[in-house]
């Protein structure tokens, strides 16, 4: 990098700092992670998705009690729904990203923190971790794995743990949502929270589809579809279309959908 190109960097940064600080939290991060460098620059990863969130949560009349954090990753949006719900617990497998999910839960006194990941039954797994993308971290086949996640049905998890009701699920597991949806059926069933989702239709059509039958099975009825606004001044929010539609809505691949029974 040329000391131009240095300057100008050093100087984004800085004016992106003192911007930032007055708005979101100092969370710990990894100096090189693609998710680290998004919260050096706009304060929080994925803010406007998070943005949006906030308002859609705000105007929705139902109690915001228990949020589960799955796939939390260093605690971004842990930190984020610890000041919209009564508790926040949040599951990360990878152990390596769980310790600054721990460190970052100490941002709030409502975060529990665990060092584990969500699938149809408790086992140890294969998983690749990319150390510049740590929120990449997935379960793959064995010959391209790493290391290895534990994980358990989150139904297991939660027996005697959640007297209260669960309001809220997001879901960031890099494509292995359906086997962790699997494994929290009874949990979707009494509690039937808000359900929130990464959704590439066009990505993976067979899985997205199987997703959905899954989601109408357990009774969601609705899909609100984060829709970005790049140029106009209005602010991003979220578009409610049948579960029956969504795969028919323009946009093939969504950063963020969120589930609800009405």
């Given at each position: 990098?040329?000391?131009v190109?240095?300057q100008?960097?050093k100087f984004?940064?800085e004016?992106?700092?003192?911007?930032?600080?007055?708005?979101?939290?100092?969370?710990?991060?990894?100096s090189?992670?693609i998710?680290?460098r998004?919260?050096?620059?706009?304060?929080?990863?994925?803010r406007n998705?998070?943005i949006?969130?906030?308002s859609f949560l705000?105007?929705?009349?139902?109690?915001?009690?228990?949020?589960?954090?799955i796939?939390?990753n260093i605690?971004?949006h842990?930190?984020?729904?610890?000041?919209?719900?009564?508790?926040?617990?949040?599951?990360?497998?990878?152990?390596?990203?769980?310790?600054?999910?721990?460190?970052?839960?100490?941002?709030?006194d409502?975060?529990?923190?665990?060092n584990?990941?969500l699938?149809d039954?408790t086992?140890?797994?294969?998983a690749?971790?990319?150390?510049?993308?740590l929120?990449?971290a997935q379960i793959t086949?064995?010959?391209?794995?790493?290391?290895?996640?534990s994980?358990?049905?989150?139904?297991?998890?939660?027996?005697n743990?959640?007297?209260?009701?669960?309001?809220?699920?997001?879901m960031?597991?890099e494509?292995?949502?359906?086997?962790?949806?699997q494994?929290?059926t009874e949990?979707?069933?009494?509690?039937?929270p808000?359900?929130?989702?990464?959704?590439?239709?066009?990505?993976?059509?067979?899985?997205?589809?199987?997703i959905?039958?899954?989601?109408a099975a357990?009774?969601?009825g609705?899909?609100?579809?984060f829709k970005?606004?790049?140029?106009?001044?209005?602010k991003p929010?979220f578009?409610?279309?049948?579960?029956?539609?969504?795969?028919?809505y323009?946009?093939?691949n969504?950063?963020?959908?969120?589930?609800?029974f009405?």
């Amino acid at each position: 990098m040329n000391i131009v190109m240095r300057q100008i960097l050093k100087f984004g940064l800085e004016k992106a700092a003192q911007r930032n600080v007055k708005d979101y939290p100092q969370v710990a991060c990894f100096s090189h992670d693609i998710i680290s460098r998004k919260i050096m620059i706009d304060g929080i990863f994925e803010r406007n998705e998070l943005i949006a969130l906030k308002s859609f949560l705000i105007s929705e009349p139902n109690p915001r009690e228990i949020c589960l954090d799955i796939g939390g990753n260093i605690g971004n949006h842990a930190v984020f729904f610890s000041g919209l719900f009564e508790q926040v617990i949040s599951f990360e497998p990878n152990h390596k990203t769980f310790q600054l999910l721990a460190i970052n839960a100490e941002l709030a006194d409502n975060i529990t923190a665990v060092n584990l990941g969500l699938s149809d039954q408790t086992d140890m797994l294969p998983a690749k971790v990319n150390d510049l993308n740590l929120g990449g971290a997935q379960i793959t086949d064995p010959s391209e794995a790493n290391t290895e996640f534990s994980v358990m049905a989150l139904d297991e998890y939660l027996q005697n743990k959640a007297p209260r009701p669960i309001s809220f699920i997001k879901m960031d597991v890099e494509g292995y949502e359906l086997k962790a949806l699997q494994g929290a059926t009874e949990t979707l069933q009494k509690h039937q929270p808000m359900l929130v989702l990464e959704f590439h239709v066009k990505k993976d059509k067979t899985k997205t589809d199987a997703i959905l039958s899954f989601l109408a099975a357990q009774g969601y009825g609705y899909a609100h579809i984060f829709k970005p606004k790049f140029l106009s001044r209005s602010k991003p929010k979220f578009v409610k279309v049948p579960l029956s539609g969504l795969e028919n809505y323009p946009t093939k691949n969504h950063k963020m959908v969120i589930f609800t029974f009405d």
